[in-house]
């Protein structure tokens, strides 16, 4: 039996079964094709929906930088912070007042310079310490940062921290809420409202009671909001306590220590801080022999005014 040969184009099972495969392949591709270039799934939309608001991010601090230390204190105030330099020789002399600079891994971030100078009885010694403090927390600012930094300073030494003084009501403060002892002006013509206020001859006033002077607060706000402590009648004033008026907010302290059998030493530090950064001034003086143990008003004030100084330098 004679065989029949292949001839192209030859129509049969074979030719079929290659043209349902074109057209399948072909409307493979096409769902491919369209599924690429569709939009989103609804697992991706759903994803999405879930995503929460953005958080906000804390603002930066003020500083970005800090001020080379060591130049900052001038050399008239050296002078009277070291007052034994003045009998140095030159060339000792012109060190002492240049100081010596802290060794610090990053200048822009904590600075500081110490200046010292001996005499036969007294020794003094000033040291700067400046840093910037960096939150790393984006919900925390470097500004609140800085704050927990300088409260761990202050409890460390024993300042407590001033309690906070209480919102203020936003109703109208009458005679007897403002805690007045002056009569109101309309006692006398009004004798029918005398039983609401304080201007009464069966009651005595709070002041005579108590025995407090007359210099006690007339106004409305409450005693246990003030910035600081009422002075005792022991206290003299130079004892460590939050001070007003440098920086956003400021302390001072204040340490007299024996030395040897008959030297004393007193270190007085103030420390303030101006949005996120933090100051420290340390003022030394040590005497020795039977020299009198150092004035502690002299050196507060030497060390304030320094800080003071540096405050103002801070807000250029």
Known sequence: MQRKRYAPGRTGSTARTAVVLTSVLGLGLGLGLTGCSAGPTTDDIAVDAKAGPVSPVAPPGRYRTLFEPCGSVPQSTLKDLLPGAAALPDAERGKAY?????????????????????SPETSHRLALDIE???????????????????LRKQLAVGIPVPPTTPPTPTGTVTGTA?????????????PENTQNTENTTSTPSPTATTGKPSTAPTSGAPSGGTPTPTPTPTSTGLEPRVLDGLGEIAYLDDTLSTVGANGHQRVVSVVFRTSNVIVTVSYREQTTGSVEAPDSKELQEKARNLARMLAERLEE
């Open 98 to 118: 240049r100081g010596v600079a802290a060794v610090t891994y990053d200048t822009d971030r904590r600075v500081g310079c110490t200046w010292k100078a001996d």
């Open 132 to 150: 910037r403090v960096v939150s790393y927390d984006p919900a925390v600012s470097d500004d609140a940062r800085a704050q927990e930094v300088y």
């Open 178 to 190: 403002s805690g007045t002892a002056t009569p109101p002006s309309t006692g006398a013509t009004a």
